[in-house]
């Protein structure tokens, strides 16, 4: 009896040490540092990154999001549970695509998607690469984490468009996907479903696919939708990968009977070309005139005359008369001009100037194309006004415009410090280099704008505004020109519309530089009380707030108009003395002030009362300014026109 009673116990002994065993196996080491998630905003296509430390590198990770999605006018979907997988890029992140079926599963699926907000947490795990270890996994949260996931935007047509596209290639190969949300989806691919027997689609039984297959490569490209099912036309045969089980097989597929009748990708290359021509002819180029018409009409006034006033109601057609007349005279190019060089140089500064429009923030969606590194692009792209300038001058192999071609490259180099420096430090402030995001972050009070945040952004405004100035060669900063000293400057030896290409682009960046600014420190678009999900759920919303941006905007393309008429030109020395010994190291304490609030963070009552008394001081400011004006019309005895259409 007693032999059975001890064998019974040791039984019970070791069940009890291999449960225990077994439990630890199971547990997870809740170890991970998950420090945010960016960005908070996203569209179909956009990249998403976790951020965190020490992260295991090139490892995959488990990331699921847990909790309510909300959605106007729907009820709330409680305890959601997403479960996504996806590779840390380095280790401090993790990247992953909002595909079609991720989007779909937080926005709703084709005509039903709309605006959704996640709220709840974040939870990350990688699977333990010690194989005896007790943890199974390692992991790690972000808790009260808010997503706004995107609804369909003219974006969102576009890639619509290419998913049909995919599908009629599907089609024709006789495989038939999975639409139903699943993880394979999620983890990129498609799964097929079903392979036809119609003889003329049976290029996918030929090559030897089947039901239950994960499509994962398709000619080269990673498969995460059936968008990128579309061949390149080049091979007779695509190359495509997939998934059977544990195995990753590589088949050849005949597609040079469907290639033919799929569009390339040049026809929608020349598409979007003609849109974007499209919208420099009806927008760019005419906002480039009308700032003519409007700098006219103001030196008129400041100067006791009437302007432009014959050419169409109030002369406001002189501009399109002034087009007309360069495009009829006649393109001189010098005989020992560099000509190559020389035709390029305009077409280099009106390119420069151009392409910022691509990420000007008109309203809540109407912008070309919201880039993830908007503000960078904007930085990147207006250096060529730069390389337009010198080029002209050293090309036109006059010294006189070698002169003006070397200050302007000198200025304007110069000035993009200060400049860069001053819209960095609003970047810090918000996180972001979108400059949609940038907008979003601020209100459409003039308390919440940034420009009022504190007195160091508030005075960076003013920097800002003055580089810029500089930068795109506006009086008083317009020595590149000079007229008086240099003839035309760069520009001298140019006539017809080259000539007219490059004031093109000086008079486009004077709406440029004002977009952005009003972007960056005024609040952009923003309404002032209208939230931000009834601006965008709304067409008159929206339109409310592309004519405050613009009329921001337009008032600081006044402003600027204004500063030219009113101040004399500086010397070249005092110009560099003013960016070098003044404007670059105030610059950059500037920066490290910014550096310093972003981590103090101050909200509530002491945020207010920042906000507040830098307002209250530009508002004492301007009105000091316009008693000093009246003060001065009076002793002057002026006679004052109210009326400006005279």
Not at 159 to 182: H, K, M, T, Y
Not at 250 to 260: D, P, Q, T, Y
Not at 613 to 639: C, D, H, P, Y
Request: glycine share 8%.
């Amino acid at each position: 009896m007693r032999p059975l009673i001890l064998a019974a116990k040791t039984t019970l002994l070791l069940i009890i040490i291999l449960t225990t065993w077994g439990c630890a196996r199971d547990r997870n080491l809740d170890i991970l540092t998950v420090l945010d998630i960016t960005p908070r905003e996203v569209d179909l296509g956009d990249r998403i990154e976790i951020i965190g430390i020490d992260f295991p590198e090139g490892k995959q990770a488990t990331v699921t999001f847990i909790g309510n999605l909300h959605r106007p006018g729907q009820p709330t979907e409680n305890n959601a549970s997403i479960q996504i997988q996806a590779i840390s890029a380095s280790s401090t992140r993790i990247t992953f695509e909002l595909t079609q079926a991720l989007h779909d599963r937080f926005a709703g699926i084709g005509p039903d998607a709309t605006h959704t907000t996640f709220r709840g947490k974040i939870h990350v795990a990688f699977e333990s690469s010690v194989p005896d270890s007790l943890s199974k996994r390692v992991t790690g949260e972000i808790h009260s984490t808010v997503l706004d996931v995107r609804p369909p935007t003219v974006r969102r047509a576009i890639i619509d468009a290419r998913q049909r596209r995919g599908e009629l290639v599907l089609a024709a190969l006789g495989i038939e996907v999975d639409d139903s949300p699943s993880e394979s989806l999620y983890n990129g691919g498609l799964k097929i479903k079903s392979i036809s027997d119609d003889p003329d689609a049976i290029a996918a039984k030929s090559a030897g696919l089947l039901p239950g297959d994960i499509i994962k490569s398709f000619d080269g490209i990673n498969v995460g939708s059936k968008s990128d099912t579309v061949p390149s036309g080049k091979s007779r045969f695509a190359e495509v990968t997939v998934a059977r089980g544990e195995d990753i097989l590589s088949f050849k597929l005949e597609v040079s009977n469907i290639a033919k009748g799929i569009p390339t990708d040049l026809i929608g290359a020349a598409i979007l070309l003609l849109v974007a021509i499209m919208v420099i002819g009806l927008f760019m180029s005419p906002t480039a005139g009308i700032i003519t018409w409007v700098e006219r009409r103001v030196a008129g006034r400041m100067q006791s005359r009437i302007g432009p006033n014959r050419t169409g109601p109030q002369g406001f057609f002189q501009w399109i008369a002034d087009g007309l007349k360069s495009l009829l005279k006649e393109d001189i190019i010098p005989a020992e001009a560099d000509g190559p060089l020389f035709r390029l140089a305009p077409y280099l500064v009106f390119v420069g100037v151009s392409a910022t429009f691509v990420v000007m923030p008109f309203g809540h969606y109407l912008i070309a194309a919201d880039l993830d590194i908007g503000i960078l692009f904007v930085v990147a792209v207006t250096s060529l006004v730069a390389i337009g300038l010198m080029t002209g001058g050293w090309a036109s192999n006059n010294k006189w415009s070698l002169l003006g071609g070397i200050r302007s490259a000198a200025q304007t180099i110069s000035y993009e410090i200060p400049c860069a420096v001053a819209i960095v430090c609003i970047v810090m402030m918000t996180g972001s280099l979108r400059v949609q995001d940038i907008i979003r972050a601020q209100g459409g009070m003039p308390w919440d704008w940034y420009m009022f945040r504190n007195p160091v952004i508030f005075l960076l405004f003013f920097l800002y505004f003055t580089t810029a100035l500089a930068e795109g060669n506006r009086a008083p900063f317009d020595l590149p020109e000079a007229e008086s000293e240099l003839v035309a400057g760069y520009s001298t030896e140019y006539t017809g519309m080259r000539y007219v290409f490059f004031f093109f682009g000086e008079w486009a960046n004077v709406f440029v530089m004002s977009g952005i600014a009003a972007a960056l420190f005024l609040g952009g678009w923003q309404i002032p009380g209208v939230d931000a999900l009834t601006h965008g759920n709304s067409f008159w919303w929206q339109c409310l707030g592309a004519f405050i941006f613009l009329t921001k905007a337009w008032f600081l393309v006044f402003v600027v108009i204004w500063i030219r008429w009113t101040l004399p030109r500086v010397r070249i020395d005092q110009l560099m003395n003013l960016c070098w010994k003044w404007f670059v190291p105030l610059a950059f304490v500037a920066f490290v002030f910014t550096a310093f609030w972003t981590i103090w963070s101050p909200e509530g009552a002491i945020r207010w009362t920042i906000s507040g008394a830098t307002l209250a001081v530009f508002v004492l400011i301007v009105v000091q300014f316009f008693r000093r004006v009246a003060f001065a019309m009076k002793n002057m005895q002026a006679t004052t026109h109210l009326n400006p259409f005279i």
